[in-house]
T-cell receptor
Framework: ETGVTQTPRHLVMGMTNKKSLKCEQHLGHNAMYWYKQSAKKPLELMFVYNFKEQTENNSVPSRFSPECPNSSHLFLHLHTLQPEDSALYLC??????????????FGSGTRLTVV | SQQGEEDPQALSIQEGENATMNCSYKTSINNLQWYRQNSGRGLVHLILIRSNEREKHSGRLRVTLDTSKKSSSLLITASRAADTASYFCAAKTSYDKVIFGPGTSLSVIP
């Protein structure tokens, strides 16, 4: 257990469904991140939150909608996804949004399959 | 092109042997990090080496950094079957971006 918990571990959804991914960290970190990991591609940073304010959105399609109600919780709301959105979605946290200074703590990920 | 690129893409060794993975990057960095990922799981932070450091050790791990060649290597000594995983380098650039490479898949055969 890393201190970053993601639920659910697996999710299968249709293209017209609406679902949410949840991430919770118990490390007292102030920054949280969503990453997408597709087969044979490097990790793609999607969103960054620092002290629950969004500080980065890497041109992510609007069908992905993040929410950060506090520094410990992060959600990724999904709607009208495409099959190419199938991937492993990883949540990470760090002491600050300068997470690169210390490294990231990752959750175990949600394996998303869009059918 | 990618900031961090690991080499080789895949590596297969016998248990007890040493495994060496390399990472190259293109711009100036503040630090370079190595992560391990077991199949279908999240990444685990292994070690971080800062740009003013040349070598760092953690248990059976040894990381080197050569900023003149823009490269880093991760050495795992006396490998075990449990070391089977994908290994990623992540370069923290001087403009505060952290960019991950595509990873090296390591198989340690018992």
């Amino acid at each position: 257990e890393t201190g970053v918990t993601q639920t659910p571990r697996h999710l299968v959804m249709g293209m017209t469904n609406k679902k949410s991914l949840k991430c919770e960290q118990h490390l007292g970190h102030n920054a949280m991140y969503w990453y997408k990991q597709s087969a044979k591609k490097p990790l793609e940073l999607m969103f960054v939150y620092n002290f629950k304010e969004q500080t980065e959105n890497n041109s992510v399609p609007s069908r992905f909608s993040p929410e950060c109600p506090n520094s410990s919780h992060l959600f990724l709301h999904l709607h009208t996804l495409q099959p190419e959105d199938s991937a492993l979605y990883l949540c990470a946290s760090s002491q600050s949004s300068l997470g690169g200074n210390y490294g990231y703590t990752f959750g175990s990920g949600t394996r998303l399959t869009v059918v | 092109s990618q900031q961090g690129e690991e080499d080789p893409q895949a590596l297969s060794i016998q248990e007890g042997e040493n495994a060496t993975m390399n990472c190259s990057y293109k711009t100036s960095i503040n630090n370079l990090q190595w992560y391990r990922q077991n199949s279908g799981r999240g990444l685990v932070h292994l070690i971080l080496i800062r740009s003013n450091e040349r070598e760092k050790h953690s248990g059976r791990l040894r990381v080197t950094l050569d900023t003149s060649k823009k490269s880093s290597s991760l050495l795992i000594t006396a490998s075990r079957a449990a070391d089977t995983a994908s290994y990623f380098c992540a370069a923290k650039t001087s403009y505060d971006k952290v960019i991950f490479g595509p990873g090296t898949s390591l198989s340690v055969i018992p």
